[in-house]
């Protein structure tokens, strides 16, 4: 069923506020840095603290979906992060900030599964998964601006904090309010399955043996596809790759932005920008939907990315110019890609079993790329940047060979049976 507007705003307001962190790590990292003096390799692990949270929390999320009363979980998820930024502007210990960075990326994972899941379910994913993305990098490009030109010269780490968790206070009321009847439990949805029996008890006898074979038939169809498939998982694969990647270069972007000489001000216009592009990017891919297929938009997105990072360590990497057209092409194209990764994933996924790990996916990149790129970036961003532009092209091959990777997998596994039963 697809879900109305009204539906489709209030699901990718949660999905906007919880990933608010990831997309305004650059402002973050800079403002803690400057606050105590964290290096590079402290700003990557710090990332990779709230991306582990998140991670392990859409993981279990995923595994105990058809336990959890998904709704109350995300309102739990909420007060836990919030909770998390008002512990964090009261500490200055490196320790306790990655812990409470972690807790925060926890409740995070668990609003973002729930949002992912139900826009999967829907029948036009690619253009609602382009709403939250939208929504994502609309919410995120006024808060960064916010946070480098008037919360951080104004009210230090402080002030950042209990802006996040003020936001999350936001999240919190839409959560509680207006969306209790879009999160659908598994549990609910077997209540509800168990109430059509009764139902059926009560019709002629009929009815009620029609119905129980058509029942019975989608059961079975159901049990039969309730299997991982190769096709999603390197579809899978290949979003993981592509986090790893650019989340390592995007969380440095201040940092790179501070070396080359530009100030708070102006780098904090420049991520601004970006994301108000990488808004753009999910635009485009919403009124294009699927009219050029998959793979050229992706290939296409791929080639921007490369490109941009390329541009940012050549030789005009001091011009602010440069550095602000580069991060524009950046998250322009990064969004435009994740939205069609993400469709792709939703496309093949005949299982429903496969979309639940989208967030745990990009959580698993995003916890690897910071870490690669920090403890790499004691002589520069050059090395981290070149690499992750190896990975850009990984993940791009991987996902335009898929289809062969996995009838040259068939092939192999057919021969090997055959060679197995000609010994016995």
Request: aromatic letters at 10%; charged letters at 10%; hydrophobic letters at 50%.
């Amino acid at each position: 069923m697809s879900l109305p507007r009204y539906s489709d705003l209030m699901i990718c307001l949660p999905a906007a506020v919880c990933v608010i962190v990831f997309n305004t790590a650059p402002a973050l990292l800079g403002a803690l840095a400057n606050s105590y003096q964290f290096s590079n390799d402290e700003l990557g692990w710090l990332a990779s603290s709230n991306f582990a949270g998140y991670t392990l929390a859409t993981i279990l999320t995923g595994l105990f979906m058809g336990k959890l009363h998904l709704h109350r979980a995300a309102l739990l998820g909420t007060g836990t992060v919030i909770l998390a930024f008002i512990g964090l502007s009261l500490s200055s210990d490196f320790g306790w900030i990655a812990g409470l960075l972690f807790v925060a990326g926890a409740g995070s994972g668990i609003i973002y599964v729930n949002a992912v899941t139900t826009i999967a379910e829907g029948e036009h994913p690619t253009q609602v998964f382009a709403l939250m993305i939208f929504c994502q990098m609309a919410l995120s490009g006024v808060v960064v601006v916010l946070i480098s030109n008037v919360i951080e010269p104004v009210w230090d780490i402080q002030g950042v904090a209990y802006s996040y968790a003020l936001l999350f206070c936001l999240c919190y009321l839409i959560l509680k309010y207006f969306t209790s009847s879009l999160i659908i439990s598994p549990a609910v949805k077997e209540a509800s399955h168990k109430e059509d029996y009764v139902q059926l008890a009560s019709s002629s006898e009929h009815e009620r043996s029609t119905k129980l074979s058509t029942e019975l038939s989608t059961e079975l169809s159901d049990e039969s596809k309730g299997s991982f498939s190769a096709a999603p998982l390197l579809a899978l694969a290949a979003l993981l790759v592509c986090y790893i990647g650019v989340t390592g270069v995007w969380v440095f972007m201040e940092r790179i932005g501070s070396i080359a000489g530009f100030n708070a001000g102006m780098i904090g216009t420049a991520l601004m920008a970006a994301l108000i592009a990488g808004a753009l990017g999910a635009l485009a891919s919403m009124v294009m939907d699927q009219k050029f297929g998959l793979n050229i938009p992706i290939f296409l997105s791929s080639v921007l990315l490369s490109a941009s990072l390329l541009v940012l360590i050549g030789p005009g990497s001091s011009s602010y110019t440069i550095y602000i057209l580069c991060l524009v092409v950046f998250q322009f194209a990064w969004s435009m890609s994740t939205s069609y990764l993400l469709t792709t994933v939703a496309v093949l996924d005949k299982s429903e079993r496969h979309a639940a790990l989208l967030p745990a996916a990009m959580g698993i990149g995003a916890v690897i790329g910071p870490v690669i790129t920090g403890s790499f970036s004691s002589e520069g961003f050059q090395g981290p940047i070149y690499f992750a532009v190896m990975l850009i092209v990984g993940f791009t091959a991987l996902h335009l060979f898929t289809d062969k990777i996995v009838s040259l997998g068939r092939v192999l596994g057919s021969a090997g049976a055959i060679e197995k039963k000609v010994r016995d």
